[in-house]
């Protein structure tokens, strides 16, 4: 049986967090709101910088989708007692723009979490209004260590 995740394990990921996001240069680092380890749910606060942005001064929807991607990865390894889980597939639907000036929330969380694979829901807000929702399928069975030995 799988060890409920604990906030202090989360809160030991974002310590690192900066460090996580490696090869990103300038990388927006979220802002922890909530999570709730009984519901295997996290809830996320990004700045958007005007560097996100397209010529139609809206966020990119490859980087909402990154975004969500990591917020994803983030919640699986959590919830796998720390062991990296890599992406097997997402889905994103873009239902309004993401604009600079405030922050996007993003919540994402566990549907199903099985012995191959992980099942994740995510949705996106600004301004107390939808932006984005997305679907991903996460593996479980990594064999590359913990988010804590990476480095």
Sequence with gaps: MRAKPTREAL????????ELAG?????????LIECDPEA????????????????W??????????????????????CNGGVMCPTV?????????????APLIVEARVERFGRVNA???????QNEKLTTTATGVFSTASPRGTLLEQG
Excluded: Q
């Design 23 to 31: 090869g990103f240069t300038g990388a927006p680092v979220p802002t």
């Design 119 to 125: 099942h994740l829901s995510a949705s996106c807000w």
């Design 11 to 18: 809160e030991a990921f974002f310590a690192r967090s900066g």
């Design 89 to 101: 597939s997402m889905t994103t639907n873009y239902l309004r723009p993401v604009h600079a000036g």
């Design 57 to 78: 001064k809206v966020m990119h929807g490859g980087l909402t989708t990154t975004l969500m991607d990591s917020a994803f990865g983030l919640l699986a390894s959590w």
């Design 40 to 55: 295997e749910r996290i809830v996320l606060s990004y700045d958007i910088p005007d560097w996100m942005l397209n010529p």
